[in-house]
């Protein structure tokens, strides 16, 4: 019984770790990667709560779909800037 009181602590602090990231990191690549976190750790606290459905939702939505259409929208918004500058990134040098 023990056991899983620390699987829920121990899933509920993976989740807070990765939703601290999501806000300290500056790169928007790594930001998102810890959404994913958050979203699959998420499911991880449903299934050990007794949930296989609303995990299987929430691998889905919270931590494959939600982190590609922001990755997708971080791409094509950085097409679209011509200065640098703007993104506050050090440009790129070409070999």
Not at 15 to 24: F, H, P, W
Not at 58 to 87: F, M, N, Q, T
């Amino acid at each position: 019984m023990a056991v899983f009181w620390m699987m829920d602590y121990l899933a509920l602090a993976l989740i807070l770790v990765c939703a601290g990231l999501v806000v300290r990191l500056r790169n928007l690549n790594g930001a998102v990667m810890a959404l994913s976190g958050v979203g699959a750790f998420s499911a991880l606290l449903f299934v050990v709560l007794g949930a296989p459905d609303d995990a299987h939702s929430e691998i889905v939505v919270g931590a494959i779909a939600l982190p590609v259409l922001y990755l997708v929208a971080i791409g094509k918004a950085r097409a679209e800037v011509h200065d640098s500058g703007e993104l506050d990134e050090q440009p790129r040098t070409r070999p």
